[in-house]
């Protein structure tokens, strides 16, 4: 054993087994590949009820593909209510429908990666940067000036992707094997 991947003998043996790169196992780890899960299923079904309308967050008259706008809406409203980044959310109104393709694009994308376990460090850099500017769309929250729960998820889905959630209950491990040497693709 050379000297750069020697362990300590203080080091416990589950620690050792992490640090020389063998399979994270126990029942965290499979508790995170849930969580991953139920993340990507939240992206997911917000692109699914937008698009279509199933009448819960979207009524079928104003789904995308009835020709309602995703966006405008949520953004339209941080406007009216006096949100302190309202010229970027009018920027981002300016330039719709493309805002809208991105927007779903997003959603699409990271649920999609997120559901497979594949590509989590893109779709959980993605994920954090949606959920911070809707955090600062709804900005300032009427329920906790500083803090909510977008806050919370952008922190949840970069611990996800810094622990290869991808690689428990799903197919992250298969897919580190395809994109071999392209870390910023696993």
């Not at 203080?10 to 139920?38: D, I, N, S």
């Not at 997003?106 to 590509?119: D, E, H, K, R, T």
């Not at 977008?150 to 209950?169: F, K, Q, S, Y």
């Amino acid at each position: 054993m050379t000297a750069t991947t020697a362990i300590p003998a203080t080091v416990p043996a589950a620690a050792a087994r992490t640090a020389t790169g063998a399979e994270k196992k126990g029942w965290g780890y499979t508790v995170l590949g849930v969580a991953r899960l139920m993340v990507g299923f939240t992206f997911l079904w917000a692109f699914l009820d937008k698009t279509f309308g199933f009448g819960f967050s979207t009524p079928t008259e104003s789904s995308w593909l009835n020709g309602g706008s995703p966006t405008s809406g949520f953004l339209g409203g941080s406007i009216a209510s006096g949100n302190p980044f309202a010229s970027i959310w009018e920027f981002f109104l300016s330039i719709n429908p493309l805002t809208d393709a991105l927007f779903m694009l997003g959603l699409l994308g990271v649920g999609a990666a997120l559901m497979l376990g594949i590509g989590t460090r893109v779709a959980a850099a993605s994920a954090a940067a949606m959920y911070t500017l809707m955090y600062l769309a709804a900005f300032p929250i009427a329920s906790n000036p500083l803090y909510d729960t977008h806050l919370l998820m952008a922190v949840a889905v970069i611990a996800m992707a810094g622990l290869a959630a991808g690689d428990h209950v799903g197919l992250g491990k298969q897919w580190n094997g395809l994109v071999k040497g392209n870390r910023f693709l696993i």
